[in-house]
């Protein structure tokens, strides 16, 4: 089976490194695309991109993203000018398939192989999809009141159906090429005659109408074996059922960053960190080259010393009232302004002891079954506050988490120095977090095993229960990527 993608730039010829894809920046884009690209070169053969000329050498020569091979495709969208058909592209790219094949969108993140069972079906989609926000009934009600042509299988399901199914086409391909070609046909037609209204009309939603609604309805019409990467007939438009699990732990299954999901910092963080987990010279190669075009990453590199004493981020180096609130808890109480001091001097001695740590969360499936011992990092400063100054500081910062708190928690005020933002932040823990602080200060390291049984006699929960040790193993992971816990020695 071929594995393709495609990718068709709609920025300034002149500059199209600049093309962000409506990603949160453009070197997202790009590292989205080296991440998703890598991937499904861990499990296939060979992947092909499809994309336009005006960024076929940027990919190839100068980011040198590992696609075996790049076909370049003509400008064809100039002809559709202003009916917002973003789709339409990858339409062609289907269209210029004479084999099985799978297409990959290039911000769908491929952790597993996909099944034999998934990739032997006639047609293969990501998931079907349940519209409980009626984008797919409001676009196409908007379509028949302004009298477009649409086909009489889809008229059908409008009738009948109060909320449409779609297939999401993050993933879309499959062994019937026939229908596969059908259904393009059908596409061009849609577009083709209604050209002047989806014009007028300029609506994105129309892309999943073409693309995905009249893939499922004619997939079901003719009675093709549907491979599906989720099950399900009532997985939400909302997409809070995909499986985004950003945090530093080994992956399995898929990620697809749908939507608002691409403009997320901790997508961001996600894909830059993963990348450079799987491949740090791919990593720094795009980071360099956008640099180097005027694209500041939004995020540190200090390891690689490419930002000067005037970058931005060299201005951030600054603390907050927040930070002074409080006794310092014995044993963690390294000033703010000294954490703040070295940040400005020497940001890699930071950077290399959270990689340190961080780097060995990827490939561990379970601390439950390590003999890995924790304990709390002794350059950071963690400090006992009220109640009442967690709420005062969280309104401040329009944070939402001062809902969770209660009156009566213990709350910790926890200063780390973090080279990613090259400024001393803040994060007020509390529940089991506190705990697990309390427990290893007075053990001063301890194995998982340890700090859960801690855990469950001090709270009086059940370690049986597989969720409570996922739950628990998470919270670990997370306050060592906050540089709060590290590895011993």
């Avoid at 058909?85 to 911000?107: G, M, N, R």
């Avoid at 409008?158 to 059908?182: C, M, T, W």
């Avoid at 099950?231 to 809070?240: H, I, N």
């Avoid at 089991?432 to 469950?456: F, M, N």
């Amino acid at each position: 089976m071929n594995i393709i993608q495609t990718f068709y730039s709609y920025a300034d010829i002149k500059n199209p490194i600049q093309d962000n894809a409506s990603f949160l920046s453009p070197d997202m884009n790009w590292k989205s695309m080296a991440l998703s690209c890598i991937l499904l070169k861990k499990h296939f053969k060979e992947v092909t991109l499809y994309c336009n000329q005006r960024v076929k050498n940027l990919i190839i020569d100068q980011f040198q993203i590992p696609y075996d091979h790049i076909i370049e495709i003509p400008d064809l969208m100039d002809q559709y000018r202003g009916c917002n058909l973003w789709a339409l592209p990858k339409i062609h790219t289907y269209s210029l398939q004479q084999e099985p094949f799978l297409h990959v969108d290039c911000d769908w993140f491929m952790f597993e192989r996909l099944s034999d069972s998934i990739l032997d079906s006639d047609i293969i989609g990501q998931n079907i999809e349940y519209d409980d926000q009626m984008y797919n009934h409001r676009t196409l009600e908007k379509l028949i009141s302004n009298k477009c042509d649409i086909p009489l299988f889809v008229l059908n399901e409008y009738s009948k159906e109060p909320i449409l199914r779609v297939i999401n086409a993050g993933v879309l391909g499959g062994n019937d090429i026939q229908f596969i070609h059908k259904y393009i046909q059908t596409i061009f037609h849609f577009i083709n005659t209604n050209k002047p209204i989806l014009h007028k009309l300029n609506d994105g939603f129309v892309n999943s109408i073409y693309e995905q609604l009249f893939f499922y309805l004619m997939a079901k019409g003719c009675h093709k074996t549907l491979g599906l990467c989720t099950e399900g007939d009532m997985l939400s438009t909302k997409f809070d059922w995909l499986p985004m699990d950003l945090t530093y732990a080994p992956k399995s299954g898929y990620m697809h960053l749908l939507a608002n999901l691409k403009r997320r910092m901790s997508s961001y963080v996600f894909v830059n960190q993963y990348l450079n987990h799987l491949n740090p010279e791919l990593g720094y190669r795009i980071t360099k080259v956008c640099y180097d075009n005027g694209i500041s990453p939004l995020i540190n590199f200090p390891e690689w010393n490419i930002y000067n004493s005037t970058h931005p981020f060299k201005e951030k180096a600054t603390h907050t009232n927040i930070h002074s609130i409080g006794t310092p808890i014995i044993g963690v109480e390294t000033t703010i302004d000294q954490m703040g001091h070295n940040l400005l001097i020497n940001p890699q001695a930071a950077d290399i002891e959270l990689k340190s740590n961080t780097n060995r969360l990827w490939d561990i499936d379970s601390f439950w079954s390590s003999n890995y011992y924790f304990e709390i990092s002794n350059k950071i400063r963690i400090s006992e506050i009220s109640y009442e100054q967690a709420i005062l500081h969280l309104r401040k910062r329009n944070d939402k988490i001062y809902t969770q708190l209660k009156k009566g928690d213990t709350i910790y005020s926890v200063s780390i120095p973090d080279p990613m933002l090259m400024k001393v932040i803040t994060i007020l823990i509390s529940g089991i977090k506190v705990e697990i602080i309390k427990y290893l200060q007075s053990v001063k390291s301890a194995t998982l095993p340890d700090i859960g049984k801690y855990i469950s006699d001090k709270l009086k929960i059940s370690l049986m229960e597989s969720n409570t040790k996922i739950a628990i193993d998470k919270t670990i992971r997370s306050m060592v990527v906050a540089g709060i816990l590290r590895f011993t020695s």
